[in-house]
């Protein structure tokens, strides 16, 4: 029996947590093993929760490949870049679900794969407009890499 990595779901006061937990469940069930997967979960009053999940052993290597990426100083638009070279999207009715292999994407950090220049500079010029429409002055250079494991992921969303 494969094992499966969620994050916690909270339980609402509609009882959506346990429909949740068994859609997702569902979905994990249904892709390979060591994939990371990205779910966007549509909001009944518009907007949309992100949940993290990994299928058999992909937890573990989810985290391999962050420590492998941080410690080459892989950045936000390598993150970006890799993992769109290693994405499938799916749905499943209005949810949208994309799936990472992650030994290809393990490959590319190893192999050193990063984002050409003109996504940095697109990514750079996303930053100052942000900062622009905010008010705010943006930290110079593009953001660390996001992850794709489990502990990296949960820093990052607290």
């Known amino acids: 029996m494969p094992t499966l990595t969620l994050e916690p779901v909270t339980r ?3 009882g959506r947590g346990p429909v949740e937990e068994a859609v997702l469940a569902s979905i994990l069930s249904s892709h390979e093993p060591e994939t990371y997967l990205w779910i966007s979960l549509p909001l009944p009053g518009g907007g949309v929760r992100i949940r993290h999940a990994w299928t058999d052993l992909g937890a573990p290597l ?10 080459k100083g ?11 070279r290693h994405s499938a ?25 990063r984002a050409p220049q003109d996504r940095r500079d697109g990514i750079r010029r996303i930053l100052e407009c942000a900062g622009e429409m905010t008010g705010q002055t943006p930290r110079p250079g593009i953001p660390r890499w996001v992850g794709v ?4 992921l949960a820093w990052t969303t607290r």
Do not use: K, M, N
């Open 12 to 14: 609402t006061a509609s």
């Open 62 to 71: 989810g985290d391999r490949v962050d420590q492998l990426a941080l410690a």
């Open 74 to 84: 892989f950045d936000a638009a390598d993150w970006l870049h890799i993992t769109d």
């Open 89 to 113: 999207v799916t749905f499943r009715g209005a949810i949208r679900i994309e799936a990472h292999p992650l030994r290809p994407i393990l490959a590319d950090v190893r192999d050193g794969v």
């Open 149 to 152: 494991g489990p502990a990296l």
